[in-house]
């Protein structure tokens, strides 16, 4: 709960009109309460967590997922549920960082429900240049921002910024959604 991005993207949404629910994995939750830096848990765990919130919403309320980077993940793994409209994902996690060629987009070839990625172009879990080459399934969009980083975050010398970038995603989900 703690990521200036995260809260700076759910100040944004909510000011565009959206309602917002934030949550921690348990593991997350750990740290925030003063435990020591901890891996995170294992993907089977995560789906659990996220898909029993879900479970919590009414089904005749749209419901649309997103995360940052393995929150993103996660969502875009449950975006197939019957009542998820849709998911939108700030930086996804291609790939470990060091790790290239470990793909994590199994989930991504085949899925139906519509998927946004915002990924910053230099973003080392998948540049530019890296997932354009990747075959993802025609369902999955991906949005580039120029010059971002993991965390979407462009260079001085850019001549972009973080805010900049967070506006537009705001707007593209705005119009995409209504």
Request: glycine content about 8%.
């Amino acid at each position: 709960m703690r990521s200036d991005f995260m809260q700076d993207m759910t100040m944004k949404m909510v000011e565009a009109g959206f309602q917002v629910v934030r949550f921690e994995f348990p593991y997350m939750q750990k740290m925030s309460a003063g435990e020591s830096r901890r891996p995170p848990d294992r993907m089977p765990k995560l789906i659990e967590y996220f898909d029993g919130l879900i479970g919590t919403f009414e089904d005749d309320v749209p419901l649309y997922l997103a995360g940052k980077s393995m929150g993103g993940r996660v969502a875009s793994m449950l975006a197939s549920n019957a009542n998820i409209k849709g998911c939108f994902v700030f930086g996804y996690p291609f790939h470990p960082a060091v790790k290239p060629e470990k793909l994590r987009t199994e989930h991504l070839l085949a899925v139906d429900t519509p998927i946004h990625i915002f990924q910053g172009t230099r973003d080392r879990m998948g540049s530019f240049p890296e997932v354009s080459a990747y075959n993802l399934s025609p369902s999955v969009s991906i949005h580039w921002l120029e010059d971002g980083d993991h965390d979407l975050k462009p260079r001085k010398a850019s001549g972009y910024t973080q805010n900049s970038h967070q506006n537009h995603i705001v707007s593209f989900i705005k119009n995409w959604v209504n």
